[in-house]
T-cell receptor, first 110, second 113 residues
């Protein structure tokens, strides 16, 4: 069973708009990662943020981490139809196993 | 790089049959993870290996499930006997020992009728 939540469960936006997804977890973490899953495919790693970092950027992606609130957010700027996918946060503590959130289904309409 | 390779991609079997899923991790990666994904339970870690040794199998549902990693380039997940509730997509992922980023295979969609 998952030990965190993501919201919204589903998000539908127009191409060019920004998309924000939120993740909450319940344990102490070493790092938090975001993955993308296209329909019928495996997960693809997007970005990792360490517990001592507050914000990280990679291209059109911006991730924030607030360890006091045990939450993270993923912002995708200037979205494209190709960004349509499910997005999962995942975190790990001192061990290397990942625990995944419930995912956000993002639909970007052309 | 071929990426993580899983076979078969799809498996349909009858309840009670043995099912074997296979995984070839990325060359040089020494950690391997098996996950199960369902609509109801999301992504769950079943077991993970480090240098071919099982480190944590607490996610394995029950004794019907077993996993092996006989060498650094091959792992199997076996279900015997299979049940309809085992229907899911099973993913294998690998990573380097000093990183947390995992690389996922395309998955095996298992249907048990």
């Amino acid at each position: 069973s998952q030990q965190g939540e993501e919201d919204p469960q589903a998000l539908s936006i127009q191409e060019g708009e920004n998309a924000t997804m939120n993740c909450s977890y319940k344990t102490s973490i070493n790092n938090l990662q975001w993955y993308r899953q296209n329909s019928g495919r495996g997960l693809v790693h997007l970005i990792l943020i360490r517990s001592n970092e507050r914000e990280k950027h990679s291209g059109r992606l911006r991730v924030t981490l607030d360890t006091s609130k045990k939450s993270s957010s993923l912002l995708i700027t200037a979205s494209r139809a190709a960004d349509t996918a499910s997005y999962f946060c995942a975190w790990s503590g001192s061990a290397r196993q990942l625990t995944f959130g419930s995912g956000t289904q993002l639909t970007v309409l052309p | 790089d071929a990426g993580v390779i899983q076979s078969p991609r799809h498996e349909v079997t009858e309840m009670g049959q043995e099912v074997t899923l296979r995984c070839k991790p990325i060359s040089g990666h020494n950690s391997l993870f098996w996950y199960r994904q369902t609509m109801m339970r999301g992504l769950e870690l079943l077991i993970y290996f480090n240098n071919n040794v099982p480190i944590d199998d607490s996610g394995m549902p029950e004794d019907r499930f077993s996993a092996k990693m006989p060498n650094a380039s091959f792992s199997t997940l076996k279900i015997q006997p299979s049940e309809p509730r085992d229907s899911a997509v099973y993913f294998c992922a690998s990573s380097l020992a000093d990183t947390y980023e995992q690389y996922f295979g395309p998955g095996t969609r298992l249907t048990v009728t």
